[in-house]
Each structure stands twice: as C-alpha cells, then as structure tokens.
C-alpha cells in the first residue's frame, strides 16, 4: 500500500527565516509527486509536479525537490501570507490507475 | 475561468437523512474526483469519472454512496442514509487530462452527521 509520511506536522517560522518541510514516500512505480497549498476553509491549490528524482522546481520563494524516496519544499525567507498547511501527495503507475495517496500536510505559520 | 465549486458548503444532518452533494467543474475539464478527508486524517480518493463514465470508484466507502455525473458535466454525491463516520469535508476536484496531471480542487463541503 502507497504510504506518504509528511514532517514536521507544525512548523511556526518567524519572516524571513528559512526551512524546508518533508515528504517521505513509499509507493510501488512512482509516476508522479504532487505539493499542493491548502488555505483554511479552501481547497488544495496545485503547486508543482515532479516526476523522476534529481528534479527540482521553484516558484517565488518555494523550491520543491524530489529523490527516490524523500520530497522536499524548501520556503526562502517565508512571509506571513505562505502561511498554510502545505500537502503533498503521490500517483504511482499501475495500469489505468490514477489514484493519488495524500500525506496529512504540515501546517506552517510565518509570524511578521 | 470560474473556479471548481461545490454546493452546498456546509451541511448538518441526522443519521439515516440523506444528504445530496454538488460539483461544478471547470468547464471542458473532462476528468472529474471527489474526495473526502476525515478530521485528524489525510485527504482520501473516492472516486473518478472520465466525461459521464465511472472511471474508478475503487476508494466509495459502502453502497450508501451513490456518484452520479450526468451528461459528463456537474457532479452529485448522494449519502443516503448518512451515519456518523460520514462526517467530513468532500472534496470535488476537475483536470483537464486523464493520468498523472495537476487537479484543480473545489472548497469543499463540510458534512456533519450527529
């Protein structure tokens, strides 16, 4: 069974303070590894895609890379509005299955 | 482009009602998901459907759930009758490519069962 395991839970940061959150997976043919951002009382907001290891993305101050077991997103001097819990989730390839494992998130807070 | 949306955002019901959920795609997206997250618990797949056709609902919990997705636009997710462990937030999310793409998730709709 797909697993993804996210660290830490919380993650409180002060402005400007780096840090990365983690995303351990175990899925059998990984086809994909997807991080999204979910804003209180909304829906999961689609950040990146990452399909092999070695891959890496970025998008203002949010950096996600992959290996073959571990996702990281690394957030460069966060601001109060990265607050969020952050998700990450996987698809693996078995024949017409597109079913993705979710992780529980980490919810992060940036204070000013 | 309007957004995915779902009606209605927040319900409260009794055990045994039956409660009907609603899933507006975005349109010409093709693929269509719900999901459901359980307090405490990760985001869970229910099921997929490709146009109007059930592509995979391996992930509905029991036959008190019943999608349906007619004419290959809005979705609806019928509990009928909601027990307890129904409790929390459906997702609806919609990609406009079958497989291994981004989806683009709705709000959600809070559903209590007491």
């Known amino acids: 069974e797909d697993q993804v395991t996210q660290s830490p839970e919380a993650l409180r940061l002060q402005e400007g303070e780096s840090s990365s959150l983690n995303c351990s997976y175990t899925v059998s043919g990984l086809r994909g590894l997807f991080w999204y951002r979910q804003d209180p009382g909304k829906g999961p907001e689609f950040l990146f895609t990452l399909y092999s290891a070695g891959e890496e993305k970025e998008k203002e101050r949010l950096k996600a890379t992959l290996t073959k077991k571990e996702s990281f997103l690394h957030i460069t001097a966060p601001k109060p509005e990265d607050s969020a819990t952050y998700l990450c989730?996987?698809?693996?390839?078995?024949?017409?299955?597109?079913?993705?494992?979710f992780g529980r998130g980490t919810s992060l807070i940036v204070h000013p | 482009e309007a957004g995915v949306t779902q009606f209605p955002s927040h319900s409260v019901i009794e055990k045994g009602q039956t409660v009907t959920l609603r899933c507006d795609p975005i349109?010409?997206?093709?693929?269509l998901y719900w999901y459901r997250r359980v307090m405490g618990k990760e985001i869970k797949f229910l099921l997929h459907?490709?146009?109007?056709?059930?592509?995979?609902e391996s992930g509905m919990p029991n036959n008190r759930f019943l999608a349906e997705r007619t004419g290959g636009t809005y979705s609806t997710l019928k509990v009928q009758p909601a027990e307890l462990e129904d409790s929390g937030v459906y997702f609806c999310a919609s990609s406009p490519r079958t497989g291994f793409y981004e989806q683009y998730f709705g709000p959600g709709t809070r559903l209590t069962v007491t």
């Open positions: 349109s010409g997206h093709d693929n």
């Open positions: 459907f490709v146009k109007e056709s059930k592509q995979d």
């Open positions: 989730a996987v698809q693996r390839a078995s024949g017409g299955s597109y079913i993705p494992t």
